[in-house]
């Protein structure tokens, strides 16, 4: 890549660092977001997200994922309203035999 000055830099920025913030997509507006270890796939090859109620029951939740950064991933449930801002969502799981 090849990054070129649209107007002259001072002679002091010479043999600086210099830290450049590419953003290679980005969202219309707001987006429902997960960490990208909450991710997952099941047995079927369906992209799913498994959510965590009050009760502490899982449900898996089938999502469709897109863009990604910052260690997030926007997600959008296949099926209407079975995920919303707010929900718990599985991160990990705590190898067998251990708590978590």
């Given at each position: 890549m090849v990054v070129r000055a649209d107007q002259p830099l001072p002679a002091g920025f010479a043999g600086q660092d210099v830290r450049l913030t590419i953003e290679s997509a980005a969202t219309d507006g707001e987006?429902?977001?997960?960490?990208?270890?909450?991710?997952?796939a099941s047995a079927e090859g369906r992209t799913v997200v498994t959510a965590v109620a009050?009760?502490?029951?899982?449900?898996?939740?089938?999502?469709?994922?897109?863009?990604?950064?910052?260690?997030?991933?926007?997600?959008?449930?296949?099926?209407?309203?079975?995920?919303?801002?707010?929900?718990?969502?599985?991160?990990?799981?705590?190898?067998?035999?251990?708590?978590?």
């Open positions: 987006a429902l977001v997960v960490p990208v270890t909450a991710v997952s009050a009760d502490g029951t899982q449900r898996r939740i089938e999502v469709r994922t897109g863009t990604s950064g910052d260690g997030y991933v926007a997600v959008a449930p296949v099926q209407a309203d079975s995920l919303a801002a707010g929900t718990r969502v599985v991160i990990g799981a705590a190898p067998k035999g251990k708590a978590k």
